[in-house]
C-alpha cells in the first residue's frame, strides 16, 4: 500500500485517513493482519492478571461483546450485528468491561481477556 501513496501529498494522505475513520463513524479501521500483528506486541506488553472480583462482575452482555471483540470484530458496527444489539449498547458494553478491567481501550481489553481466558 505504500507504493500506491509514495506520489500522493502527505496532507492528501491524512485527509483520507480522515474521511476513512469519519465513515467508520469513530471505529478503528484496520485489516485483520495488522490487529493480530497490534495484539501480539500488545500482548507481550504487561497486563495484570484479573482478579476473581474483577471477572465475576462482568455481566452476561459484557462477556458476550467481549467474546465478539477477541473474536476479531473490531468495529462496534459488526459486533452489533453479530450480537443483535445497537452500536450504542455495544460501546455501553465495552466501556463498562473497560473500567472493570482497568484498562483504557478496547486492544487493551482484548488483551486482558485473552490473558485471562476470556477470548
Do not use: Y
Request: glycine letters at 8%; proline letters at 2%.
Amino acid at each position: 500500500a505504500a507504493r500506491r501513496l509514495d506520489g500522493v501529498d502527505h496532507e492528501v494522505r491524512v485527509a483520507s485517513f480522515h474521511e476513512v475513520a469519519r465513515h467508520a463513524g469513530g471505529d478503528a479501521v484496520i485489516s485483520e493482519k495488522v490487529g493480530a500483528v497490534v495484539l501480539r506486541e500488545l500482548a507481550r506488553r504487561r497486563v495484570e492478571t484479573a482478579t476473581p472480583e474483577q471477572l465475576a462482575s462482568l455481566t452476561p452482555d459484557e462477556r458476550r461483546v467481549i467474546a465478539s471483540l477477541c473474536s476479531g470484530l473490531t468495529a462496534s458496527g459488526a459486533m452489533a450485528e453479530a450480537l443483535h444489539i445497537s452500536i450504542h449498547t455495544v460501546r455501553m458494553h465495552l466501556n463498562s468491561a473497560q473500567s472493570k478491567a482497568g484498562v483504557a481501550d478496547r486492544t487493551q481489553l482484548a488483551v486482558w481477556a485473552a490473558r485471562n481466558g476470556l477470548g
